[in-house]
């Protein structure tokens, strides 16, 4: 199912078609184009240079993932046990070069998942990012060091059947897209 954004002036094809859909086939994607998702956020800016983003890769069927998709809440844990791939998303507390904090980490860490999900488009994913779990469970799981933050969790797949979802998320699905306008958005 495809849900360009209805935009009011020209920009990129996939920043139109990038959307958050919930239904996932289950398929195996490829590991050309996963390394090519995480080559677009590897390329990311970020304050120095620190790249303070780090990523947990679990594949269905592997224990990264099992313990990924354990971290969720039950809502998005209905779903995304069909994505092939969930990627844990974390951010580095301090700077490399001086321990000191790196008050821009969260906002750099998002600029590499932005990158990844346009990226998933031009590989003819889809992505769905959540907030929707819990960041201690995934930290302790998965053995992130006290440097690193558990910030989202993004799964990644080839779009699945949407009637194979609830009735709530298959109305959410074929719901219009929306977006404050550009003047709610500036001050």
Request: proline share 3%; glycine share 6%.
């Amino acid at each position: 199912m495809e849900k360009p954004a209805n935009t009011n002036r020209n920009i990129s094809e996939n920043i139109k078609n990038r959307w958050s859909p919930r239904a996932f086939d289950g398929k195996p994607i490829e590991e050309g184009k996963l390394l090519s998702i995480l080559e677009a956020g590897r390329w990311a800016a970020s304050a120095f240079n620190e790249q303070p983003w780090r990523f947990v890769v679990g594949k269905k069927g592997d224990e990264k993932y099992e313990k990924i998709l354990a971290s969720l809440i039950e809502w998005n844990r209905q779903w995304a046990g069909e994505a092939p791939v969930l990627i844990l998303n974390l951010a580095k507390r301090t700077f490399t070069r001086n321990g000191k904090p790196n008050t821009t980490a969260l906002y750099d860490l998002g600029q590499a998942v932005a990158g990844m999900a346009i990226e998933a488009v031009n590989q003819e994913l889809i992505t769905h990012q959540m907030s929707g779990f819990d960041m201690e469970k995934a930290e302790t799981l998965l053995a992130v060091s006290d440097d690193f933050q558990a910030v989202s969790v993004m799964a990644v797949g080839t779009a699945g059947n949407i009637k194979n979802l609830s009735e709530d998320m298959q109305q959410m699905e074929t719901s219009t897209r929306e977006r404050k306008t550009i003047e709610e958005l500036l001050f």
